[in-house]
């Protein structure tokens, strides 16, 4: 649809160029006399050139996409200050370009009727260029506040969230604590596959949709959170490999960091070389540690895989395995450490009663 809308402007735009020259060029031919048999036909000029529009329509649109990737990341990376910039160089530049039409190409033009059209492009082309490398010039220049980009909020890149971050729900309470910053950025992507999961007729994945939304309606709802809908204009496929690739590519666009508990989607971003952050990672990382000898009290709830092994678990679900402790199942117990294991899982403690 894009495209088709492009096409039509570049026609509609062309075929204006092509008449405003077809105008200068007849005028010129009244001035030579025989001259204006070399003149092409005026209907013919506006065909030829809404033709070149129509044929430049791609090539526009394509540019037009790329500056669209370019202005998006500045916003999403900048978060005020090179935005600031941006729009301040961007002024500055628009006033160049009306020092620079009033005083130079009026002048040029002076007098010359004929050349109306060609000295309205000009002005409109002058002020194009100084515009955006103004807005362009400023926004690159570094804030220098500490850092690469000051150390700021303004240089916290994006932070992409997946599916499965936002039904987890602990993500607020990270975002909350202040331990993430930047701007949340959620994928439209994700945010239909959680309206699809929801709508779900299986009542496990429709409770996991539902709560994914609750979760995230906390998020938009807090007025410290900065939050945003990205729509990337592109629909993944169904297959999960397809919406995880979707995830990498937008956080590629926007210079973000994945923010995630899916080891697939974390193997996949580290592979394309973006930036993941793996709560679970996080979790473990903060578990309490344990030396051997440290004394805890445990309630022992089940039996162990070996036997006379008893299981007990801490608040923040580590596993603590009591050797001879399955004779008090359902009871308090005091316990020394004898072992630390760490798994893949997670942490594995080995204990026995005192």
Known sequence: MGLRFMKFVCLFLGGVIGY?????LNLTGQNYGAATQLIPDKPGIVIVFALLGFMF???AYRSLLKFNEWFLKLILQSNGPRLVNGIFGGGLGFVAALLINTYFIDALFWGQQEYFGLKILAFVGVIIILVYLGAFFMAS???GLGGEDGG??????PKVLDTNIIIDGRISDIIRSNFLEGLIIVPQSVLKELQKLADSTDTLKRNRGRLGLEHLNKIQEDPEISIEIYDDFSEPDEDTLEVDSHLVSIAKKIGGKIVTND???????????VEVLNINELANALKPVFLPGEQLRVQIIKHGKESGQGVAYLDDGTMIVVEGGDGYIGNEI???????????AGRLIFAKPL
């Open 141 to 143: 220049v570094k804030i």
């Open 20 to 24: 405003a020259i077809a105008g200068m």
């Open 152 to 157: 700021g909020v303004g240089s916290a890149s």
């Open 57 to 59: 329509a791609t090539v």
């Open 263 to 273: 080891y697939n989607l974390n193997k996949v971003s580290v592979l394309q070389g």
């Open 334 to 344: 005091p316990v020394a450490v004898t072992s630390i294991l760490q798994t893949v």
